[in-house]
């Protein structure tokens, strides 16, 4: 009966109805990764209008990524190299994260991203080696390109908002991070079993239940509030320090003016006196 009622719309079935909504949900649960490890790239911009930024066009050039992927799906499938390749970048960033960060203030400066144009390649990389995971897996649901399309479109824009959030709550909570990274280890390691065996690769449900369980790990202790009262308090004294910095060296020098002035006059008045006095009566 919905078959016939959709049967003016080609492209349009039954299935469509079913498999749209799985195809978003299965986008949305395995963006959670996805966004932790967009946003910590991002939060290393010194600002936060340039976090926003790097994800609004970082995400738009993953999004023509995807895109390019799902139409060249068949042919890259046929290569296990880019699964590989994917895999090894997302397990070195993991083994970046975990064993060659240095948390000293010195380290952590050294890390920050000294511009918006830095912070793109990085994020649409990233992006795009997650897509090998849930692109391929969307195929394998679906052969409507249309519709694989339109379930990755809608899971860039949840990733947008995601990644948002985790900026903020990457300050929040103490183990969210390597949570995130953990998960991140995980993606890469479901590639790297499709690229050895298919079989030995553990359903998706499975894989949802465990970064659901990290995830839990992650949110379970909050950064005590004094410490983030703290540290916001520190960033405005520093931005309030900086703000009164400038006046005073403007009234310096104002003041140096004033008094070099001040000295040419008096001298100018002593000079006009003495020839008034040997000058002849």
């Known amino acids: 009966m919905l078959d016939q009622i959709l049967a003016p719309f080609e492209f349009f079935s039954s299935d469509t109805l079913i498999l749209l909504p799985l195809l978003i949900g299965l986008e949305a649960v395995l963006s959670a990764d996805n966004a932790i490890a967009l946003a910590a790239i991002a939060q290393n911009l010194p ?5 926003r930024r790097a994800l609004d066009i970082g995400l738009i050039v993953a999004f023509t990524l995807r895109v390019l992927l799902i139409l060249t799906a068949t042919w ?3 290569y296990w190299q880019f699964e590989l390749a994917g895999a090894l970048y997302l397990m ?10 240095d948390d000293s203030e010195e380290a952590v400066a050294g890390r920050q991203l000294n511009s918006l144009w830095a912070a793109i390649p990085l994020i649409a990389l990233t992006d795009l080696a997650f897509s090998l995971d849930s692109v391929t897996t969307a195929i394998a649901l679906s052969k409507e390109t249309w519709l694989v399309i339109t379930g990755g479109a809608i899971g860039v824009i949840t990733l947008r ?21 953990v998960a991140v280890a995980m993606v890469s390691g479901r590639l790297m079993l499709r690229v050895a065996n298919d079989n030995w690769v553990p359903p998706e449900w499975a894989m949802v239940l465990l970064i659901a369980l990290v995830f839990v790990w992650g949110f379970s202790k909050r950064v005590p509030d ?16 900086a703000d009164v910095a400038v006046p005073a060296g403007v009234a310096a020098t104002v003041l140096a003016d004033s008094t070099a002035q001040a000295v040419r006059a008096d001298s100018m008045d002593t000079a006009d006196n003495r020839l008034r006095e040997e000058s002849p009566s």
């Open 47 to 51: 600002d936060g209008q340039l976090q």
């Open 76 to 78: 890259v499938t046929k």
């Open 92 to 101: 070195w960033l993991v083994v970046q994260h975990f064993f060659l960060t």
């Open 161 to 181: 908002f995601m990644a948002g959030l985790f900026i903020r709550w990457l300050e929040e909570y103490v183990h969210l991070e390597d949570a995130g990274y």
């Open 226 to 241: 004094e410490e983030i009262n703290l540290e916001a308090g520190a960033t405005q004294t520093s931005t309030d320090s």
